[in-house]
């Protein structure tokens, strides 16, 4: 992207998201160019701005331009000239009163630079187009492009939470006309949830999602990063598209040992060989009613018992390969977001399916598809800062602005704000419900919702980036393994926290440079070691990792990290973990009973949402699958799987006469 400016509008076009004007932000989403000849002043006042619509531009990429703009009905008009009657029109959305004619773009204030900071709202829903009127051009704009229902018509419904699911559940109610009153409760000032992209080292880094995990035409999340322009071209060739990875992480380019020396890449092949050989046996016991032992980390173990018994090398070798099994053990942790294999079920371990693609990023950041997202929404949905303290349902709650009704839920907020609703939709993370199960809900969920709750696994996986003045690294490098030669898989007795949590970390990535200065590393810890990690000082974790890299390195006098960047998901009151895994005495059941809206009845759902409550209870699943809502597209499957990312899931399908509540099947991705 150019950066520069147009002085005589005030526009100005920066980097950095958050500094964006409109159209700049809209080059971003469609992942376009927009050259100087396609701004141009107009002449009629010294802060007007004309941009034409653009020929190039697809009918999809008109629709987000409109969406785009729905925000600001007071800044836009629509002209039509003589000479252009007979044209074919540059804006068509088809029948329906929709805006078919050729326009001209003008706005009548300056576009202003900086973070959009929302108001603050009073407990009440958006107001619909026939509740007040709204400048000329906009009522075609609303809701993706439809008239907004007349007061009093449809249901209330609630979004807690305004994560990639609570976003995705969102965008699937505003297009169906039965929801004109929505809104989506944040607790926070982003959207975004565990998909959080940060400015830092003189680029974007993702803080949460890092990877789209088999990017290819079978996954949701490539699909719907497809459609907005956010990939590069490498990620969105064919042949990227079908290399097989098997799901496993890729060899490092490097290998360090606890001791200083490097370790021959090619034992450590041999012990990746292995090891994923065994990962991939454990999705044979799928169909099994019992399975012995239950855990996948105790399954791998004694697979590797059996093996060494064939190993014919020197004890010191043997304890080598035994410590980068050990740490193949600590990837696998990071990847299921666990403390320890062992506490993951085998039998489900299954039910991942595997996709093909080599793994791929985000050019300009991962928030990018969230801000995609919230594009498409209706102004004044997201309320941010927002968090609830207590869902009230299967009542009889009343307000005073509308007499006579009734409504089944009401959610109260932390800041005392109340608000009625007929549906709710929840998308917290399993790590806040565990956190706060016994005062969420009231009355208490049901007992098989609850324990689905307690049983189902919730880890911890955090990210340190460390930036260097000059690279110790070939230039050539992407992956550092950092192997500790006195650890084994084999072995249970576990050191106290202070003295080895750096132990965990399975080592560091190479970020592609931002610019000739950039030198940055990302290494992964998960477990306990990754929770205890975050109540140490920034001081205290940059001195154990340097300690860390000149020990590995065998160069007591490699410099020390300028700057450091870490995340803390476990301390983060509203996630309080990174994702969920299928634990020991749990199975994907336990999604699917969470997945089950209340009352258990279905009455309010199976009647097109006339009266009785319903808590959408989605599970917070990264293994979840969105459920179709009666049509294949990218975007019904917006919420999908992601290894970083909680997915959720509305067993809801469309009907003529309203919303029919169906049942969900499972389907797993890696």
């Known amino acids: 992207m150019k950066v520069g400016s147009c002085s005589s509008t005030g526009l100005e076009l920066r980097r950095r998201r958050w500094q964006m004007p409109l159209f700049s932000r809209w080059q971003m989403l469609l992942g376009r160019r927009l050259s100087p000849s396609d701004l141009t002043p107009r002449h009629r006042g010294p802060r007007a701005l004309e941009v034409k619509a653009l020929a190039r531009a697809s009918e999809a990429e008109k629709r987000l331009l409109l969406r785009l703009l729905a925000p600001f009905p007071r800044l836009l008009r629509t002209r039509t000239r003589p000479e252009q009657a007979s044209r074919p029109p540059a804006l068509s959305l088809g029948g329906g009163g929709r805006l078919q004619r050729r326009h001209r773009w003008i706005i009548h204030r300056p576009l202003r630079a900086g973070p959009r900071t929302p108001e603050r709202p009073s407990a009440t829903f958006p107001r619909s187009a026939g509740d007040s009127p709204e400048p000329p051009g906009t009522a075609a704009m609303q809701s993706g492009g439809r008239q907004a229902e007349a007061p009093g018509r449809g249901p209330r419904v609630l979004v807690v939470g305004g994560g990639i699911a609570g976003l995705g559940a969102a965008q699937r109610l505003c297009r169906h006309p039965a929801f004109s009153h929505l809104r989506v409760l944040e607790a926070t000032a982003r959207a975004g949830g565990r998909i959080r992209s940060e400015h830092s080292f003189g680029g974007v880094v993702e803080v949460g999602a890092h990877w789209i995990h088999g990017p290819s035409q079978g996954n949701p ?13 490498k990620a ?14 890729g060899l490092p380019s490097v290998s360090y040992a606890s001791s200083g020396v490097s370790v021959s890449l090619e034992l450590v092949a041999e012990m990746a060989s292995l090891f ?60 299921s977001g666990t403390h320890s294999m062992d506490l993951v079920a085998l039998a489900p371990f299954g039910e991942y399916t595997v996709l093909p693609g080599l793994d791929c990023t985000f050019p300009e950041g991962y928030q990018g598809l969230t801000d995609c997202i919230m594009a498409s929404l209706p102004k004044d949905v997201m309320v941010f800062d927002k968090p609830v303290k207590t869902i009230r349902w299967n009542g009889s709650f009343r307000e005073a602005s509308a007499p006579g009704e ?17 549906h709710v939709v929840v998308t917290v993370p399993l790590g806040f ?8 809900f009231e009355p208490p969920l049901p007992t098989e919702k609850v324990e689905a709750i307690r049983k189902i696994g919730f880890g911890t996986n955090n990210k340190i980036f460390l930036e260097f003045e000059e690279p110790f690294w070939e230039p050539d490098c992407q992956h550092i393994q950092v192997v500790w030669e006195d650890t084994s898989p084999l072995e249970d007795t576990a050191p106290e926290l202070q003295d080895a949590w750096f132990k965990k970390l399975i080592g560091f990535w190479v970020l592609p440079p931002f610019h000739r200065a950039s030198h940055v590393l990302c290494g992964f810890i998960a477990g306990l070691e990754s929770e205890f990690m975050e109540t140490l000082s920034d001081e205290d974790v940059l001195r154990s990792l340097t300690q860390v890299l000149r020990t590995v390195t065998g160069n007591p006098q490699l410099p020390a990290p300028r700057s450091m960047l870490r995340s803390c998901w476990h301390s983060a009151p509203y996630t309080r973990g990174s994702y969920s895994y299928v634990a020991v005495g749990s199975s994907g059941d336990d999604m699917d009973r969470l997945a089950q809206p209340l009352p258990s009845d279905g009455k309010g759902a199976q009647r097109g949402f006339p009266g009785g409550s319903v808590v959408e209870n989605l599970p917070a699943m990264q293994e979840t699958r969105a459920q179709s809502l009666g049509q294949e597209d990218p975007l019904e499957k917006e919420i999908a ?25 499972r389907v797993r991705h890696d």
Not at 238 to 243: F, K, P, S
Not at 406 to 422: I, M, Q, R, W
């Open 221 to 233: 999340v490539f699909q719907l990063a497809a459609k907005y322009g956010l990939l590069g071209e």
């Open 236 to 249: 969105l060739s064919e042949e990227n598209q079908l290399i097989e990875t098997g799901g496993h992480v």
């Open 276 to 335: 994923y050989s065994l990962i991939d046996q454990t999705r044979e016991f799928l169909q099994a009613a019992e399975t012995t032992p239950p855990s996948v980390g105790e399954y791998l173990k004694e697979k590797i018992r059996q093996h060494m018994a064939g190993w014919t090398e020197d004890e010191e070798t043997k304890k080598l390969k035994l410590a980068i099994l050990k740490n193949l053990f600590n990837v696998e942790c990071c990847v």
């Open 406 to 422: 009734t409504f089944p839920v009401l959610v109260e907020c932390e800041d005392g704000d109340c608000f009625p609703a007929h």
């Open 433 to 440: 419900f565990k956190k706060h199960l016994d005062t969420f």
């Open 641 to 665: 799987t992601h290894s970083s990312i909680l997915a959720w899931r509305i067993p809801w399908t469309e009907e003529p006469g309203g919303l029919q509540s169906v049942g969900s099947q």
